[in-house]
């Protein structure tokens, strides 16, 4: 039996060129181009067998270095996925990792004829069972979304209500009503007033928040955070 890691890394795009204005963003994740069997061709997930010598974060961080040059602030561990016949070769079992990170963060990822990237709801059928991890992934960061920080990842230490209701609106795939998001995370206590609004708008400034330090951005139960 072989083990693997892969990684599942969602960003937030605005279209095909990072960093574009005025367009409604969608989530987005890379992709690389097998170049040998099995599902040569085929898009998959980064990632590849763990060594011996290192950690499974370990293993997640290096591959996708290797094949995106993505460095995340943290890689959040998903699942483990093993059924017996997900790889027509050989046993593997494949502990994935997954992240949200913001545009210019993504921006500076490897693409190329192998390395592209795709939107989360406009998949082509990939390696492996590649699309029933993307499809738990996404379930995972939108269940996030109602409880965690997870957000702060594309957001800066500061933002308004409307750059943070841009954000999950991007997860959920949907608009949300403005007041009855203000009411919904105003009620939550996950944010602090921070007294200060944003400057240069052309209309009143809107408050500038963040996020209660005392809420972790990473659940990882019992175990330490690394």
């Known amino acids: 039996m072989d083990l ?29 181009r097998r170049i040998r069997e099995p599902f040569e061709g085929l898009w998959a997930l ?18 996708l270095g290797d094949t995106t040059g993505l ?3 943290y890689l959040e ?3 483990a996925f093993g059924d017996v016949d997900r790889s027509p070769s050989s046993r593997v079992v494949s502990v994935v990792y997954w ?17 592209r990237w795709f939107r989360s709801d406009e998949l082509p059928p990939l390696a492996f069972d590649h699309n029933l991890i993307v499809e738990y992934a996404l379930w995972r960061l939108r269940t996030k979304m109602e409880y965690s920080r997870i957000a702060h990842a594309v957001l800066g230490e500061t933002f308004t209500l409307a750059q943070l209701r841009e954000v999950h609106e991007a997860v959920l795939g949907r608009r949300l009503d403005p007041a009855n998001f203000r009411r919904t995370i105003e009620s939550s206590g996950a944010l602090v007033d921070t007294g200060e609004r944003l400057t240069g708008t052309r209309h009143r400034p809107p408050k500038l928040y963040r996020y209660d330090s005392s809420a972790q ?10």
Request: charged share 15%; hydrophobic share 40%; proline share 9%.
């Open 217 to 226: 951005l990473v659940d990882n139960g019992p175990l330490p955070h690394t």
């Open 46 to 63: 980064p990632g590849g067998p763990l060594r011996s010598s290192e950690g499974l974060a370990d293993a997640a961080r290096r591959s």
């Open 4 to 32: 693997a890691v892969s990684t599942v890394i969602f960003a937030l795009r605005t279209d095909d060129r990072f960093g574009a204005q005025g367009a409604t963003p969608t989530l987005w994740l890379p992709l690389v």
């Open 71 to 73: 460095a995340p602030r």
């Open 99 to 115: 992240a949200l990170v913001g545009s210019s963060e993504a921006a500076r990822a490897t693409v190329g004829q192998n390395v």
């Open 77 to 79: 561990q998903l699942y």
